[in-house]
């Protein structure tokens, strides 16, 4: 298959999420387990039989949801309660889910109401991660986790067989991160749309389907030289739960940005971190949870032994980014919360940013447009600079 | 619905013991101000009143929500508002938060100078926000809402990481397993376990930065008083069964304060002996919170401190009568028979575990079931507060079950804990007059069957 088609089919399973997820339910006779983000190990679904599936934004308009969820809540949990409502989500065998950011934890009891047939199951990640229990506490709920996918498929899921779905888990996000790698030195040239294509598909599809079509398309650009492109290096932050419209990426680049790197959770921050095969499984996962956020910190996590706005700094000089732009899901608390702490840091660093807020109900991007073609105006005259005066 | 206007003169008839409470929460505050001068260490936290930890080892506590509530009540919020603001913590996070942040920010910017001036000169000086004494430590346990454990992390951040922190982590009581229920279960008996675990682990911490043993006799003693709190508080409230009931919501809300961050002593059992004592002479002069009882209404859903005494006297107005809601009667030591004086953790993890956002809705929507029979509640307003998403997430299931299990008309209203400019009242007015009037349209139709 060429880079195109590999990308087109992966494309419409990431923009088609619960039709490419049902389709495979037909067709494979697998259980699928959905889940909210972004700290859900799908491993363990997988080991149970079940296909995992990470449950997205949908583009529909929120209509019946409007009767479940105020306004003022992220466009990811409200489109989450409007899907329920919907009754999109009938199709699924489980929704199961560990992350207690308050919105997703409004949206579950809504989605638990409104799907009274279905496995609706809270097994809560601890998210205090440098406590002298927070291992042991990732690992007992881990367990928990283990016991009710047990449950549910009738029997005891063996070590061999959460070895074998961690390695296929690890070929997935060593392959994509293989991918950024040569995104960032030049080597692949992607677009931040068919990047967020590629992780996201990976969130829905199959692994083992995924791996190969990423195989495929690793020996594909192989075979092809990239050209150097030319415009500003930008850094995308921010976007937790919920893909970044595409729409507002595209814009980016046409405005004469090239993205370099990111820390979305549509991208590295979800496949950051590999669990390792070597050891007891749950052990492994429990380690890999606090890794993770060490890795790339998360807003949603407290932990005294990372800190998000020093690693955004070092991210962008390892992809020699010369700005960020930051996207927030509008009404985000955790991203809220957070960004003082990054607006002072960059500032101190003289590292420009620009801060643009994104809304479920937004399709045009033309009024950002300005803010964006200034912004990198800018960028590209201080980056000039830099250079003259070294 | 002529009938409805609001009549002019008509205000809520508020305990005489609220003034008790003013002068307590004034001399705590005093306390808390004098605590540098005095030797004291401070510890910040928000949640749930842990403060009785705190007070056992002779340290002085600075709660967030009371603290930022204190501020809006007293109209001195808005600097430390705006200095959150500056930072860019941004309009649509917790006010609460906002609030107390922005006394970090501005504590920072004062530099340590002006932190020994009192509580008196402060608030004549309109400086409350500022003056409030840096903290020592933190300590983190926000039941549900993960904004409040932020909440303490951006302050353990703002101070530099230097300050210490623990971290409690609370569970929600969700209920995978078909034998959750309230107060039982199997998922509900290991979350207890894991509260009584990291909270003894938060005493042998505490004992580390006071360089002293844990007294836990203290502790004994201060909770035996905070049960006894507890209990006479839950049994004056249940004596508002009473038509018409001799006090209301807003009544217990301006109650919070001793069995919330008071320091538990006989103070506060005085308290609610005293408030007990009114209510049952109220009862017995057949005295109402409200001139004239005409509808029993419940409050779903956190306080707006801005308008506490506007919105008292506006129901009053209606001659409805704000007999329960979930904020005042689904915490705050409620469940103080669970507490063993001898033994406390496990009766203070109990409630914890149980106070008014850490259930889940199955869970909740029984309790304040209850609640709305035991009351003979006729209508429910539910406060949609802006930012605090905690009390706003199960606001549609509730409204859907109490009008579906018990027939209630509701009144869902928008504002905030202490952002003022959230509030709209004549949206107020409109949708509490439009329950009302469902409430008057099935008064009538009970009468003529
Ligand atoms: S972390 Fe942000 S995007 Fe995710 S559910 Fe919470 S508010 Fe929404
Ligand atoms: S949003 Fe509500 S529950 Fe959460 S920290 Fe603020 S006041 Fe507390």
Redesign the pocket.
């Known amino acids: 298959m060429s880079i195109e088609s590999i990308l087109g089919t992966l494309e419409w399973t990431a923009e088609n999420s619960l039709a490419a997820a049902s389709q495979w339910k037909q067709a494979s006779g697998r259980r699928i387990v959905g889940s909210f983000?972004?700290h859900f190990p799908g491993e363990m679904a997988h080991a149970a039989g079940c296909t995992p599936v990470i449950l997205q934004e949908s583009h529909e308009p929120i209509t019946v949801g409007h009767g479940m969820i105020y306004p003022f809540?992220?466009g990811?949990?409200r489109s989450i309660v409007d899907q329920a409502c919907k009754g999109d989500y009938d199709f699924l065998d489980a929704i199961m889910f560990g992350d207690h950011?308050?919105?997703?934890l409004g949206?579950a009891d809504v989605v638990r109401a409104k799907l009274p047939n279905t496995r609706v199951h809270f097994y809560q990640l601890i998210s205090s991660m440098s406590d002298p229990w927070s291992l042991g506490r990732a690992r007992e709920t881990f367990l928990n986790l283990k016991e009710g996918l047990e449950e549910m498929i009738g029997h005891s899921i063996d070590d061999e067989a959460m070895r074998a779905s961690i390695r296929l888990f690890n070929r997935n996000r060593q392959m994509l991160r293989k991918l950024y790698e040569m995104r960032r030195a030049g080597d692949a040239r992607l677009t931040a749309r068919q990047m967020q294509i590629l992780v996201k598909s990976s969130m829905i599809m199959d692994k083992a389907e995924h791996n190969r079509l990423l195989e495929e398309l690793l020996a594909e650009f192989d075979k092809t030289r990239a050209t150097a492109q030319r415009g500003v290096r930008v850094y995308l932050s921010g976007h937790?739960?919920?893909a970044p419209k595409t729409g507002v990426l595209d814009m980016i680049e046409e405005c004469g940005g090239i993205v370099v790197d990111d820390d979305l959770y549509h991208g590295q921050r979800f496949i950051s971190t590999d669990v390792d095969d070597s050891i007891d499984p749950l052990d492994a996962l429990a380690k890999w949870y606090l890794e993770r956020n060490l890795k790339v910190p998360c807003p949603?996590r407290v932990d005294q032994n990372a800190d998000w706005e020093n690693y955004l700094l070092d991210a962008m000089e390892r992809s020699r980014a010369d700005g960020m732009i930051v996207l927030m899901?509008k009404?985000?608390?955790?991203?809220m919360y957070y960004y003082p702490e990054i607006k002072e840091a960059f500032e101190k660093r003289g590292v420009p940013h620009l801060l643009i807020e994104t809304e479920h109900e937004l399709n045009s991007f033309e009024a950002l447009r300005t803010r964006v073609e200034t912004f990198l105006e800018v960028v590209k005259r201080q980056t000039a600079a830099r250079r003259i005066a070294a | 619905m002529n009938d409805l206007i609001l009549p002019q003169g008509k205000k809520a008839n508020r305990l005489k013991t609220s003034s008790m409470n003013n002068k307590m929460v004034n001399d705590y505050w005093t306390d808390v101000f004098n605590a540098k001068a005095e030797g004291k260490l401070v510890c910040w936290y928000e949640g749930v009143a842990i403060n009785p930890l705190m007070q056992a080892a002779d340290i002085r506590w600075v709660h967030g929500e009371a603290w930022s509530a204190l501020l809006a009540a007293r109209n001195n919020e808005q600097p430390a508002q705006t200095a959150a603001e500056h930072r860019g913590y941004m309009k649509e996070l917790c006010s609460y938060a906002r609030t107390h942040i922005g006394c970090g920010v501005l504590a920072q910017n004062r530099g340590v100078e002006a932190s020994g001036s009192s509580f008196s000169d402060a608030l004549g000086a309109g400086l409350l926000g500022e003056r409030i004494p840096a903290p020592d430590m933190f300590i983190s346990a926000y039941p549900y809402c993960?904004t409040g454990q932020q909440w303490d992390e951006m302050l353990f951040r703002l101070f530099g990481k230097k300050i210490p922190i623990f971290n409690i982590s609370v569970p929600w009581v969700w209920g995978n397993k078909p034998d959750a229920m309230y107060l039982g279960g199997s998922e509900f008996n290991e979350a207890k376990q894991y509260m009584v675990k990291q909270i003894r682990a938060c005493t042998d911490w505490i004992a580390q930065q006071t360089g002293k043993k844990y007294n836990w006799d203290k502790l004994s003693e201060i909770m035996s008083y905070t049960k006894t709190a507890g209990r006479l508080r839950v049994e004056a409230m249940e004596l508002c069964k009473a038509k018409p009931a001799p006090a209301s919501f807003f009544d217990w809300t301006t109650s919070l304060a001793p069995v919330n961050f008071i320091p538990g002593g006989p103070a506060i059992v005085d308290y609610f002996e005293k408030t007990k004592a009114e209510i049952v002479q109220r009862i017995a002069d057949n005295e109402g919170g409200i001139p004239q009882e005409k509808y029993r209404l419940f409050w779903d859903g956190i306080m707006n401190w801005n308008k506490i005494g506007w919105l008292a006297n506006k129901f009053a107005a209606y001659d409805a009568n704000m007999v329960a809601g979930r904020y005042t009667h689904m915490g705050f030591w409620h469940e103080f028979e669970s507490i063993d004086v001898e033994n406390p953790l496990e009766g203070m993890a109990v409630n914890y575990l149980v106070c008014p956002i850490n259930l889940s809705a199955p869970l909740m929507i029984e309790q304040i079931i209850k609640l709305c029979k035991h009351y003979e509640i006729e209508g429910v307003v539910l406060h949609a507060a802006r930012t605090c998403r905690a009390f706003s997430n199960p606001q549609f299931l509730i409204a859907d079950a109490v009008q579906k299990r018990l027939g209630l008309p509701v009144a869902m209203i928008e504002g905030d804990m202490v952002d003022e400019s959230f509030y709209k009242d004549e949206i107020v007015n409109s949708r509490v007059e439009a329950m009302l009037e469902s409430i008057e349209a099935r008064k009538r139709v009970g009468i003529a069957a």
């Not at chain 1, 950011?101 to 997703?104: D, F, I, L, P, T």
């Open positions: 983000p972004m809540y992220c990811f949990t950011c308050v919105q997703v949206a937790f739960c919920q949603t899901a009404f985000c608390e955790p991203h | 993960s």
